[in-house]
Structure formats: structure tokens, C-alpha cells
């Protein structure tokens, strides 16, 4: 079934050539609810050219397995704390076949560099829990000490 076939609601067509493309389609609020966020999130990445799906005759999105092989990716990359711009490059525009070899070498580069980002986080994590720790000792040495100052001796008070 071409687009300008296709029924107006994808999901209302029951023909057996119908449910067989279907396998192969996805409506937003399909993806929408498989990826856990909001057809809002998925139209602003159609806006900003990362995805780039059909349309049906009532003008309904129809996103294709490429489609959704390519927000994994763009969900991935948000994951692991790259800008939509870096995705961009390291998925390429929807329309752009880049090398693949240079979208691997991109990927490689920002991963190298999340990678220390991650690592100098980490180490800044280790010094903010030692401090804490050590302060966390000086407050316990701190309040033994006040409390057994406070607390009348044996044989005292009565």
C-alpha cells in the first residue's frame, strides 16, 4: 500500500496487506508509549530533523522500523548526556548518508570525552564523600564529647 493509499487511520484498515505493513509501522503514540515519553518529545526531534516519518492520508505520522531504530539512538545518546546536536552528528541528519566510518570516528570521539567527563565526575564525587565523611567523624567526636560532659557522674546529683 502506497501513502496515497493508505487509509486515514492506519489502525482502522483490517486488510491482511494492511496488518502486515503495520508490523513494519509505528504511530507516535505507539513509540511514544515503547520509549516511555511524550509524542510532544518525539514531533520537537522530527522538528529538529533527526527523525523524519510518512504520513497517511488523514495526515497521521507514520514512522517506519529506520524511524525507530534511529529515536533509540537519539534516546540513548540524551541518556548518556549529549546535546541533540552531538547525536546529530554522530547519527547523521535524516536525509544525509554519511561515511559510516566518520560517524564512527565522531561517536568515538564523544564517547572519549563523556568518558572523561564521567571520570573527572567521579573523582570529584570521591572527594565531596571523604570530606563528608570527615566531617561526619568530627560532629560524632564532637557530640560524644558534649553529651558526656552533660550527663551527671555516678553518685552526683542526689
Given amino acids: 500500500m502506497t501513502k496515497a493509499e493508505a487509509p486515514s487511520?492506519?489502525?482502522q484498515d483490517p486488510s491482511p496487506q494492511a496488518q502486515q505493513e503495520r508490523k513494519n509501522q509505528y504511530l507516535i503514540s505507539e513509540l511514544a508509549e515503547e520509549f516511555g515519553i511524550t509524542a510532544r518529545s518525539i514531533r520537537y526531534y522530527e522538528k529538529q530533523g533527526l527523525i523524519s516519518p510518512g504520513r497517511s492520508n488523514?495526515?497521521?505520522r507514520i514512522f517506519t522500523r529506520k524511524d525507530r531504530a534511529r529515536l533509540r539512538l537519539i534516546l540513548r545518546g540524551k541518556r548518556f548526556g549529549y546535546s541533540l546536536e552531538q547525536i546529530r552528528e554522530m547519527i547523521g541528519y535524516w536525509n544525509a548518508e554519511p561515511e559510516?566510518?566518520?560517524q564512527i570516528r565522531k561517536s568515538l570521539n564523544y564517547g572519549d570525552k563523556k568518558l572523561a567527563e564521567l571520570r573527572t565526575r567521579?573523582?570529584?564525587l570521591q572527594q565531596l564523600e571523604n570530606d563528608l565523611l570527615s566531617v561526619k567523624q568530627k560532629l560524632l567526636k564532637r557530640l560524644e564529647s558534649l553529651e558526656n560532659h552533660q550527663r551527671p557522674k555516678q553518685g552526683e546529683g542526689k
Fill in 100 to 102: 559510516e566510518s566518520q
Fill in 9 to 11: 487511520n492506519p489502525k
Fill in 58 to 60: 488523514g495526515n497521521y
Fill in 122 to 124: 567521579i573523582k570529584e
